[in-house]
């Protein structure tokens, strides 16, 4: 089987790279912008079949279908960070919805036999009442920022191209997922980069935080790709299914789990910067649906998944300061 995923060099997308390869009955091509985002991953890229291709171009995008006539599509490819669709909506917005229209042209246009799975996200659902904990796939969109009405759009483009053309297309709204490989913008990834660089003493035991009272639904991403496979390998095209652990953690429980692996003393500062001009509450999912249709369920454990991530940024932090690189 061939196996396409955009943003292969991303976070998620690494790790669906590394799990399918794993399986070894897929082969995995892998779309990406530029070179520079192909962090060394021990070897990783010596495995997938790199195609450097930009999504918002039409052509660009039939011509990968066409050479690459792929049976899966992940399609993970998007502007996910939220500070900066607030910075930059309109950036957010065109990216992330004229990449995906492109490669359901592709598909369309070329006839291609194959199975789409869109990841879109729990950020769509956005203010979210009291009596609507869990969230199921039901629950209204009252969306807080543009990557959410990007991803909304996201979603019902891949509903209408099911309805419309028969296209197989599963949707997906991953909520919060995180461990080794997190990029630094996030929360999680955010808060280890700090504590390893105290520990390193590069850093003062003070760690710089946003909103600490929000609470969050945490998935290991490594069980998240392993449920985006399931999605194409189980999920029914034209449905849409939250992908959740289920359980509820405060970011400062997360936090605390950090620092407890850490073993060290620092103080808490709050940082005005890091605060969003709108936050939601709560994040809590219900994806029963997917569970009942796939038989998945979280294996990594919110421990194992902060222990991993604190141990990759211990990594970074150490081969950076050995090197004399950035560490800002």
Known sequence: MKALITGVSGFAGSHLAEYLLGRG??????????PSRLAPLDGLWQHVRLVRCELTDEESVRQLIRQVKPDLIFHLAAQSFVPTSLRSPADTLVNNMVSQLNLLEAVRQTHADCKIQIACSSEEYGMVLPDEIPIKESNPFRPLNPYAVSKIAQDFLGYQYFQSYGLKIVRTRAFHHTGPRREECYVTANFAKQIAMIEQGLQAPHVQVGNLHAIRDFTDVRDIVRAYWLALDMGTPGEVYNISSGTSTTIEEMLNTLLAAAN????????????????????LGDSSAFRSQTGWAPEISFQQSMADLLDYWRDVVRRLRLAGGDLS
């Open 264 to 283: 060290i003393h620092v103080d808490i500062h709050v940082d005005a910067a890091r605060l969003r001009p709108s936050d939601v509450d709560i994040v």
């Open 25 to 34: 009955d897929v082969e995995v091509f892998g779309t990406y912008r530029s």
